[in-house]
């Protein structure tokens, strides 16, 4: 292993309004690799989400998120998003009177000037990228999600169904390009068409640019994107680590046995 994990969470411990939910978690996540996080409900999944993305209420109390070697713990959820770290909301809101063809153009000029500042970008501090680009790279983009081309024109989320939604979502990742996204995908709300978008989304973009955590409760996800690894996590930890085979282990025993015996741990 010779590069640095573009996300590396090191012996975290978060605290929410007082109550420790994370105690002592630990994951890298390296470009090109899907990562799937499952667990039981109320073992701390979207408390890790939403504290890498940097949500104000998720205090971290000790341990350290580094991301492209860099901790994130002093940047705002903004500037987090602009390095290159994406994170899917599992309730989108909607944004009436603003397109979704405007919200991305929008969203990908303050990308773009966060990776200028990073030196990484290809222009100019300032100038947004020209129409007539952005549309193309739009619509290539939606091509490649088979998604109509009429959406862009709609308000954002206003009035779309959880596909929709979903669908959105990974269009933002398509045209954001982050190095890592976080899918936060556990509430029962998704309905298996929803599922099924995500699902060909991830499959769509994923290759060596980008490394994917997949957040989620139910194994059903996993029937349609392959993890390289799977974490489970249980009270606030990762009690176990393995290949897409946990993920079928978990389908069939349920999450019960890692709650009696104490598994060792097999990265
Ligand atoms: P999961 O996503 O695995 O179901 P969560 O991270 O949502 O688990 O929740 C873990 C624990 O943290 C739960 O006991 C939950 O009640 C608590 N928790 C999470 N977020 C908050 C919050 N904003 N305020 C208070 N408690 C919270
Ligand atoms: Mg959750």
């Known amino acids: 292993m010779s590069h640095v994990p573009e996300l590396a969470v090191k012996n975290l411990h978060v605290a929410v309004e007082g109550k420790e939910i994370l105690k002592g978690l630990s994951l890298e996540v390296r470009k090109g690799e899907i990562h799937a996080l499952m667990g039981p409900n109320g073992s701390g999944k979207s408390t890790l989400a939403n504290t890498l993305m940097g949500y104000p209420r998720y205090e971290v109390t000790s341990g350290e998120i580094l991301f492209k070697g860099k901790s994130v713990l002093e940047m705002e959820a903004d500037e987090r998003s602009r390095a290159g ?4 909301f599992q309730y989108p809101v909607a944004i009436p009177g603003v397109s979704v063809a405007n919200f991305l153009r929008t969203a990908l000029n303050a ?3 966060g990776q200028e500042a990073n030196g990484t970008g290809a222009m100019p501090v300032g100038k947004g990228i020209p129409p007539k680009e952005f549309r193309a790279l739009l619509r290539e983009k939606m091509a490649l999600l088979h ?3 009429s959406v862009a024109g709609r308000y954002l989320n206003d009035g779309f169904s959880g596909g929709e939604k979903k669908r959105a979502e990974i269009l933002q990742m398509a045209i954001l390009k982050p190095e890592i996204a976080i899918l936060d995908e556990t509430d029962s709300g998704l309905d298996i068409d929803a599922l099924r978008v995500v699902a060909e989304g991830v499959n769509a973009l994923v290759g060596p640019d980008l490394g994917v955590l997949i957040i989620t409760h139910y194994q059903r996800i996993l029937n349609y994107v392959k993890p390289h690894f799977v974490h489970v996590m249980v009270d606030g930890q990762i009690q176990i680590s393995g290949g897409p085979e ?6 069939s025993l349920g999450y019960d046995w890692l709650r009696e015996g104490k598994e060792v741990t097999t990265p």
């Open 85 to 88: 770290l994406f994170m899917a």
């Open 147 to 149: 998604m109509d081309e």
């Open 246 to 251: 946990l993920a079928l282990k978990l389908e």
């Open 111 to 113: 990308r773009r000037a």
